[in-house]
């Protein structure tokens, strides 16, 4: 009897192991904002990625500077990257940049639409 609630326990554990490592949490240290924005001729907005690991990052592909520009974070908080988008001219362009942290190394790509 001791044998059998011994192995319904491993059994139970195994399960729950294998079952943390699928969580969003294990799995996905960042998590990138959304691919698409829109903002106004001359406004700006916050795009972020956030995470719980600190992270390197490089902005691979800056988009078409007469549309819009993106600016490094300024906040000192490497966990959680937050990037200024200001809108130029109308139009859209794509900024694309690249993270690593200690566990993964990812990109994120956000769409960018200007409109006056």
């Given at each position: 009897?001791t044998?059998?609630?011994?192995g319904?326990?491993l059994?139970?554990?195994?399960?729950?192991?294998f079952l943390?490592?699928?969580?969003?949490?294990?799995?996905?240290?960042?998590?990138?904002?959304?691919s698409?924005?829109?903002?106004?001729?001359g406004?700006?907005?916050?795009y972020?990625?956030?995470?719980?690991?600190y992270?390197?990052?490089?902005?691979?592909?800056?988009?078409?500077?007469?549309v819009?520009?993106?600016?490094?974070?300024t906040?000192?908080?490497?966990y959680?990257l937050?990037?200024k988008?200001v809108?130029?001219?109308?139009?859209?362009?794509?900024f694309?940049?690249?993270?690593?942290?200690?566990?993964?190394r990812?990109?994120?790509?956000?769409?960018?639409t200007?409109?006056?």
């Open positions: 009897m044998t059998r609630i011994f319904y326990a059994v139970y554990a195994s399960i729950v192991a943390a490592l699928l969580s969003p949490s294990a799995a996905w240290a960042h998590l990138c904002g959304p698409k924005l829109e903002v106004k001729k406004n700006s907005l916050e972020a990625i956030t995470g719980d690991d992270v390197e990052y490089l902005i691979t592909d800056k988009g078409d500077p007469l819009a520009k993106i600016e490094p974070p906040n000192k908080d490497e959680d937050r990037f988008i809108g130029v001219g109308n139009g859209a362009t794509v694309k940049i690249e993270w690593e942290s200690s566990t993964r990812m990109g994120c790509r956000v769409k960018v200007v409109n006056e």
